[in-house]
């Protein structure tokens, strides 16, 4: 009997740790495929797409791109191409590296322009950086550039700035290092300079250009990683050409503010002109993202529910439980507990945000989630009692 109980133990044992494995696998195969999934979609600027600036006859409005996006310097598109986002400019050319255009941690990063130009792209060479994304998002599709087929047939787009509208017109797509000092840093450059600096450069590879173009007073250059593991660099050389189209409001920008030391998650927004820049971001005010745990808290405290739903399903097992009223007591408040968990999740996690571990209201989920499986535990020993209860007084009158 003793060693009946022992195995009876251990077997209880096993199965929890089986099962508790499985569950964790599960979660964290899920978790990596909702992460790859966030990153990839996340990349593509859904999220920033309507604040696009708005063509309207012969004006462009920029209003909805300055209200949302805190850092926003222009909007870049270049035609038949994945690339169609804001772009922002970051105290430095790491910030924006690591961070979204709302300033949130993220893998893709945003589409930023050097700090060493000015905001309004006043001077003659402007540069652009972009992680490149195998989806082909952010500045993955500069790689397609080598191409011939693809550069011959992607050569326009636009560029609205904070006070005008060009078009771009690729020139070329070379191919460099990371260290290339003709290129980075660089803030103004003529038709000379192009020739001697980037056509005529031993460090510098011209895989394609664009023979009709043979001048140029303004630059622009996209910049993207060749590959993972290498500091080559692709970059596509463009001409701004400037339209007729007027911006509005107009925007007089100001000297970059750098950010606080030890709050760089959320530096102070840098005014522009009069538009009023506002952060955009989760509703917790945590500017994270939705926590793990209270998904994960919300999903248990709901299943405590299903015993007794299974029971409603079951007539006979309902009209005997309807017998007394103390059985009601339990599923009742198991419901009230799910009803606040569903409350607090819909109202406080945003799922549209990067997945976190745990947030400030983890600890009221948790705490809802323990009274549950105590309520739900005690239900299940009542149950259990009065079904042996009721085997014994079958056998008795048997």
Known sequence: ????SVLKIA??????????????????????????????NRAYGAQAIEYKPVVQEETVSIEAMLENIPDAVGWITVDGTHIDYPVVQG??????????????????????????????????????YGHHMDNGAMFGDLTKYLDAGYFNSHLSGSLVALNDVYDIEVMSVIKTDAYEKSLYGVTSLDWDGYNEQILNNSNVEVIHQNPEITS?????????CEGADTDGRVLLVCRLVKTNQKVEPTVVPPTPTPAVKGDETTPTPTPKGDAVIVKTGDPNGDGMGWALLNLCCLILTI???LPYALDLLDNDKSKERARTIKNYIGPFANVILAIMAIFIFVTYENMKLPMIIKDRYTPWMLIILGVALVSEEICSRRKKKDEEKKTGEERVDV
């Open 1 to 4: 009997m003793a060693f009946a």
């Open 216 to 224: 140029a007073d303004k630059f622009l250059v996209l910049s993207t």
């Open 91 to 128: 105290e430095d050319d790491l910030f924006y590296a690591s961070r979204d255009v709302y300033r949130n941690p993220s893998l893709t990063g945003a589409i930023y322009m050097q700090y060493q130009n000015k905001q309004d792209l006043s001077e003659s060479y402007s540069l652009l």
């Open 11 to 40: 077997n209880s044992i096993v199965s929890a740790v089986a099962t508790v494995t499985s569950v964790s696998i599960m979660a964290f195969s899920g978790y990596m495929i909702y992460e790859t999934q966030y990153v990839q």
């Open 303 to 305: 299943t405590t529910i």
